[in-house]
């Protein structure tokens, strides 16, 4: 059975960790060694499954987690080859998240051989005061050596993680954060504001008063600081948290944002193929059992109906800096945007949110302007309605 789907995009979650971070709410688990080879067979039986379904044209796969790095280079070489071979090749992009002193010269020396080209690393901040209200493990300087073992080893571009937000934090050491991210010249940068994820330890923490989330006025003041401060720096702002040097974004999270199917594999991983969104089961045990007993990964499935469709692909095309294509989207769902949103959500989804200085209408595009990117997630909700 083939469906030409014509996917572009491999995700693949590698669901291992050194130590769980306190505000984390990714599914991962504690590493361990033993569980390694039963999870890479259940990755090679998934992806292979979806191959001989679906017509895969691999350009980006992005290797995601927990943190891909902690598996030794002896299990991270059959990873990165079952990537390949599913991509028939070496993808353009091939994304590999990191994090600091997980990579030493033999890994790096793996990633780029597999034909890795762009890492993906979890900074977040340099001051060691805020990663410890964070629970992170690393030091600030480790930061700089990984990538200096990951630029010596040939890899192209480097992507680093910032969290602005942190309890304790100041403007001050959220712009020095900055600044020493931008002097260690990484190709990208994406900026998230810290939440408070019910069931993590730090939403436990703020909840019993042990740790004090920063004033609302002073997170949003973070946030343009940082839009200007990268500015600067020859950083252009292309989604809400992703800033890049000229040809750097990140084409793998562009698929995602112009609502375009990607295939995800792996234990919690969501796809979206052929008008139907689905998850993976979150526990590397189950997924294992079930890819071995020939049983479906998948717990969660949803085909989607035209309206939610279509509020879903504004929603995520606001995410960036460009907007919703008009064409695109009339193409798709055969209206312009603005005459499906006139007659649908209320019929003020789109006027409204113009008429408050949120959004911003041309002939080609709809888009946040920069006051209705410090509210995005409510001028979205409108179009999910
Ligand atoms: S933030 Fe990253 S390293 Fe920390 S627990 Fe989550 S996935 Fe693991």
Excluded at 259 to 286: F, H, I, M, Q, T
């Amino acid at each position: 059975m083939t469906t030409p789907a014509d996917v572009r995009a491999l995700y693949v979650h590698l669901p291992f960790c050194r130590a769980r971070c306190g505000y984390c709410d990714f599914y991962s688990e504690l590493y361990r060694a033993d569980a390694v080879q039963p999870l890479l067979n259940a990755l090679s039986t998934e992806l292979a499954g979806y191959a001989a379904q679906v017509e895969l044209a691999l350009e980006t796969v992005f290797i995601g987690g927990g943190t891909p790095t902690v598996l030794p280079a002896e299990a991270l070489q059959p990873l990165l080859h079952i990537c390949t071979r599913a991509a028939r090749g070496r993808p353009s992009e091939f994304t590999v998240e990191a994090n600091p002193a997980t990579i030493d010269a033999g890994k790096a020396a793996v990633l780029v051989s597999a034909g890795v080209n762009r890492v993906s690393m979890g900074a977040q901040s340099f001051d060691p005061a805020e990663l410890s209200v964070l629970e992170r493990t690393h030091r600030p300087e480790q930061v700089r050596e990984t990538i200096a073992i990951c630029r010596s080893a040939g890899v192209r571009a480097v992507s680093l993680d910032l969290i602005f937000g942190i309890p304790g934090q100041s403007l001050q050491s959220w712009l020095f954060s900055l600044d020493q991210a931008i002097a260690l010249d990484p190709e990208h940068i994406s900026c998230y504001g810290l939440t408070y994820e019910p069931g993590t330890r730090l939403h436990a923490r703020a909840q019993a008063g042990q740790v004090t989330p920063v004033d609302p006025d002073l997170e949003a003041d973070m946030y343009e600081a940082a839009i200007d401060r990268l500015a600067g720096a020859g950083f252009a702002q292309y989604e809400i948290s992703n800033f890049a040097r000229p040809g750097q974004q990140c084409r793998h999270n562009l698929t995602y944002w112009r609502n375009e199917p990607y295939l995800g594999v792996g234990p919690s991983a969501a796809g979206y193929l052929a008008g139907e969104r689905y998850k993976n089961v979150a526990d590397v045990a189950e997924y294992v059992r079930r890819i071995a007993a020939g049983a479906d990964p998948r717990e969660e499935t949803e085909r989607l109906p035209p309206q939610k469709c279509a509020g879903e692909t504004v929603m995520l095309a606001l995410r960036t800096v460009e907007g919703l294509s008009r064409a695109r989207f009339a193409e798709r769902f055969g209206q312009d945007p603005l005459t499906w949103f006139a007659q649908r959500n209320g019929g003020s989804a789109i006027a409204q949110n113009v008429a408050n200085g949120l959004l911003e209408v041309t002939p080609e595009a709809i888009r946040l302007t920069r006051r209705g990117m410090l509210v995005a997630n409510d001028v979205m909700a409108e179009f999910l309605e």
